[in-house]
């Protein structure tokens, strides 16, 4: 049971970091010229190797990838592209902003991920392999970056909404 609950958990977050990686690449490439953009040039690349490190993981533990979980993960990365890019509400700063706080909540994920990871070590010699406490640090310093940059989206996006007094 204890190894099909770990597959279950991997794949679920497999399926996590697939739209991450999408949603990282799309604010990347909205926001060229930017400092957001620049921030994702750096950012970007280490959610797909944080993404990599999790595929090799599940590859060294023989678990199989779950394709009802990844077909999932890519309609909602398809779904997320009009929403993210304000065509669903005809705000692009509004969709920066969903954008980045999803992509917020998924780095937090991942680092729950590591941390939960790292307390079942020692029953999975593989995830011994792994430098847990880098990959937790990693997480933690992506989600304060992008915390930042989501708070200041978010200020931009509903500060200049006027409520309606009907």
Not at 1 to 15: G, Q, T
Not at 30 to 48: D, K, R
Request: aromatic content about 4%; overall charge negative; proline content about 4%.
């Amino acid at each position: 049971m204890a190894d099909k609950a770990i597959d279950v958990y991997l794949n679920d977050h497999l399926a996590g970091a697939m739209l991450g990686v999408d949603l990282a690449g799309q604010i990347q490439a909205q926001n060229q010229g930017t400092a957001l953009g620049a921030l994702m040039e750096s950012v970007a690349p280490q959610i797909e190797q944080d993404r990599e490190t999790l595929v090799e993981l599940m590859r060294q533990m023989d678990s199989s990838k779950n394709p009802v979980k990844q077909a999932t993960a890519w309609i909602a990365e398809k779904a997320s592209r009009a929403k993210f890019h304000g065509m669903t509400s005809g705000e692009p700063e509004l969709g920066t902003f969903m954008a980045l706080e999803t992509l917020v909540l998924g780095v937090r994920g991942k680092a729950c991920m590591w941390r939960a990871l790292k307390q079942v070590a020692d029953r999975h010699p593989p995830l011994m392999s792994l430098n847990l406490d880098e990959l937790i640090e990693r997480a933690d310093s992506q989600y304060d970056l992008l915390e930042r940059e989501r708070i200041s989206a978010g200020t931009r996006a509903l500060a200049d909404q006027v409520p309606s007094h009907a």
